[in-house]
């Protein structure tokens, strides 16, 4: 189908909340996308940080297919193995505590809403300036973005907003706090680094008052920053994490993750969801966090960081680089578009990158990327400059 049928289809079908770009993709390797005409892509966002393992990994692919063929959905009334060991790999990498799958990051979020709700009853979130945790009520209520919200009031009260100040975070805290709810790294806002003062301050602030700490890895996660979960760089461990993005290797999935305190506190009937930890999704993550966890790739995710860093940070129209690992960001000359910049990398540098904002481009590639293959994105961006 030709691409401007798609948009007529679009155009006369498809609730427009989306502003999609002019190519239809059709196939995908590794970093590499093509288009229905054969033209070939450097995907330096990987779905946003979903593909980190690659287009098509194989083993995910062997994976998929072996398990489609045999079971795919049975519900949580019964018991499927994939599911079972998803759950005790999530938790042994990460907070030892246990996990409750679901289907996206944002009812990750909810979920951790539900639980800190659950052990503190009534009690406040506190969330940061630049939050951003996803789109369904809760998640929203969670993410203190004017445009994003207003036009869906009245939201879920209980949120409180506080500036990524450690004085102001550890006053807005006290014995009536659920919890404070943060991203280690802010993606959707520009990829902004809490600093190690905010993070020691959440923490402090929990074990003062009660309240739990629970990171948002939904983008962090699953080797992006250069370790499996952000927080392994901070020093400061959370209470519970949230992962989705790239937890399914290109399928759709979500986990909360607890440690040890909070591992109890939902009990049976306080939260489900039919589709979550299916056999066909969890056997695909569990193969991807395998992959992830790998040492040798998460080693390899550091050094090219650093390459690619290095590089966007001799961009002539680059003022600032930010990030970890392979989640980095540029911002850009004053007068210089993001957007155009991004649609320009598409469509004139077949590069695949996006505008977090009107200055800010982020750049996410698959783990899986390859040394010629930052320098080749570097090569496209050096073409771009306006
Ligand atoms: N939390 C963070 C940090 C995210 O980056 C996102 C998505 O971009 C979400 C939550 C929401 O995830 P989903 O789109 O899977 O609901």
New binding site residues.
Partial sequence: MALAELQALERDYAIPTYARNPVEFVRGSGCTLWDADGNEYLDFLAG?SVLNVGHCHPRIVEVVREQVARLTHVTNLYYTEPAMRLSARLSESSLGGKVFLCN????A?EAAIKLVRRARPRGDIVVLQDG????TYG?LSATPQESKQAPFAPLVPGFVVVPKDPAALDAAVDERTAAVLI?PIQ??TGIHILSEELLAAARDACDRTGAALVF?E??TGMGRTGTLWAYEQTGVVPDAL?S??ALGGGLPI?ALVTGTRLADVLRPGDHGSTFAGGPLISSAALAALEICADAELLARVRVLGERFAAGLAALPYATAVRGRGLMLAIDLAPGVSAPDVARRALLEQRLVVNATGPGTIRFEPPLVVSEAEVDGALARLQKLCP
Avoid: M, V
Avoid at 104 to 107: D, I, K, Q, V
Avoid at 132 to 135: A, L, M, S, T, V
């Fill in positions: 946003i996206s990051g944002a009812e979020n951003f945790h996803g789109r998640a991203e993606g959707e948002d939904i983008q949230t989705a993005k979500g």
